[in-house]
């Protein structure tokens, strides 16, 4: 498949694409461009996240694995 027809093939399937592909599609289009996610996040979110990695580095909270197996015991009785 050659270049001009990836291009017809893509445009019309945005043409009848749903909301949510149109979404997706647009997502690696800035993706694409190099606009970082981060700068996208609201500040309380970007605060937060630095927080748990702070912790995380300090050797703080619990593994994955542990919090799992926690939660599937007391909830697949």
């Known amino acids: ?7 017809q093939k893509i445009h019309d ?11 997706l599609i647009n997502g690696m289009i800035e993706a694409d461009k190099g606009q970082d996610w981060w700068d996208d996040l609201h500040p309380n979110l970007q605060t937060s996240i630095d927080r748990a990695l702070s912790q995380s580095e ?3 909270g619990r593994p994955h694995e542990e919090v799992m197996s926690e939660i599937r015991a007391k909830y697949q009785k």
């Open 1 to 7: 498949m050659n270049t001009i027809q990836i291009r």
């Open 13 to 23: 399937y945005v043409d009848q694409a749903d909301d949510r592909l149109l979404t």
């Open 58 to 60: 300090r050797g703080e």
